[in-house]
Every structure is written in C-alpha cells, then in structure tokens.
C-alpha cells in the first residue's frame, strides 16, 4: 500500500545546529502536511505544501516539496531547546477523495543545550 | 488553539470494565476522527466520521466502538477493557476533507488498564 518513509527516527543535537527530517514516497504526492508533537503532548499543524517544488518557511522552520511531489523535507536552522519534539509528514491517500492521511513514523529530535 | 476537549486526560482502569472516552469540539467541524498512539510511535487511525450518525472503521483494527449523535461530539467507547489496550488515544477534527485542511488535534486521552 501506499507509505511515506521519514527519515531519521531520531536526532540528537546541539542547541545552534542545524536538523533536517526527510519524507519521501514512491508514488506521487497531492500534497504533504507537517505537525510537531511535544513531548507528552498531541500533534500540532505546522504547515502544509501542495505545489511542486514549493518552498515556504516559519521563522528558523524552511519547508520544502520535491519537484516530483515525491518527497519533502523539513530544515530548521540553529536549533533551540524549545524545538525538542517528534515531527511527523502526513499525505492524504492517492486512493478515494483525500479521505485518510498516511503518516511517517516521526522524527523525534533531541536538543541539548 | 483549536477547540476541541477530551476527557479524562489520564484513566487507569482494571480489566473487564467498560469506559467512554469524550470528546467534544465547538467549531462546527463535520469531520472526526480516533487515533491511537504509543509513546513516541506513529499515529493509527481507529476511528473517523464524516458527519452525524455516519462513523467507520479506520486502519488499525480496535476492539472499541463510536457514536456521532451530535455534530460537536463524537465519545470512544470500550466495552471491556484489556491491557492491551493501554495506550494514548488522540480525538482530531478537520473543517475539510484531510488532505484539504489540516487536522486539530485534543489533548489526548492517556489509557492504562491493569
């Protein structure tokens, strides 16, 4: 069935470094939404990509989609403790009328400061 | 922040018995949805409706069953619970279609059945 791989499960940093998170899929993508979700908290949208080759960005957070739609990533630059958290890639299913999300597993990133 | 409530926020519960997890939102979002998560794992989708007395199953397979009388409420029930069922069980709505718009998510309900 159709799986989006995120990579990598995990990443630990120092504060200041930069982390970068990577969803790719074999098929073509509609479009891909990102959430973060705190430790012990729920996820939480941060943005969503449909054009091919879209590039937007939130503050030290550049989201970008491939050209081919088939992959997406999410750079943050200088990290902070505050950015500590699991970031998930979310697209709806190519099947039916964009009526379920495929997740990745997340990427939970570690900062210490 | 979304508006969108669950309770209990933490339920430890023995075995066999049988509990309702709420769910609530007030901004008039026809889509629903269950999820269920492990610590640090990906999320399963269990549960979604699209609307009043409309509900389905989602991906993962669950012993638990829903009900959407209302627009704005759409409770999780268990009618016996196992430990197995311990787990993070996360209640999201969406104005749209996924896909279309993005999913606001509630605090979560965290399950432990001894």
């Known amino acids: 069935g159709q799986q989006v791989m995120q990579i990598p499960q995990y990443q630990h940093v120092q504060e200041g470094e930069d982390f970068t998170t990577y969803c790719n899929s074999s098929?073509?993508?509609?479009?891909i939404q990102w959430y973060k979700q705190r430790p012990g908290g729920h996820p939480v949208f941060l943005i969503q990509?449909?054009?091919s080759g879209e590039v937007k960005k939130q503050k030290r957070l550049t989201f970008q989609f491939g050209e081919a739609k088939k992959n997406s990533s999410l750079h943050i630059t200088a990290t902070q403790t505050t950015d500590v958290g699991t970031y998930f890639c979310?697209?709806?299913?190519?099947?039916?009328?964009?009526?379920?999300?495929?997740w990745g597993l997340g990427t939970s990133l570690a900062v210490n400061p | 922040e979304a508006d969108i409530y669950q309770t209990p926020r933490y339920l430890v519960i023995g075995t066999g018995k049988k509990i309702t997890l709420e769910c609530s939102q007030t901004?008039?979002?026809?889509?629903m949805y269950w999820y269920q998560q492990d610590p640090g794992m990906e999320l399963h989708l269990i549960h979604y409706?699209?609307?009043?007395?409309?509900?389905e199953k989602g991906d993962l397979s669950s012993e638990s069953t829903v009900s959407r009388i209302r627009t704005e409420h759409f409770p999780l029930t268990l009618e016996s619970a196992r430990p197995s069922h311990t787990s993070q069980y996360l209640c999201?709505?969406?104005?749209?279609?996924?896909?279309?718009?993005?999913?606001?998510f509630g605090n979560g309900t965290r399950l432990t059945v001894t």
């Open positions: 409706s699209y609307g009043v007395n409309s509900t």
């Open positions: 901004m008039g979002h026809d889509k």
């Open positions: 999201a709505s969406s104005e749209a279609y996924v896909g279309n718009s993005p999913l606001h």
């Open positions: 979310a697209s709806p299913t190519n099947a039916g009328n964009n009526r379920k999300l495929i």
């Open positions: 990509l449909v054009k």
């Open positions: 098929t073509t993508l509609s479009n």
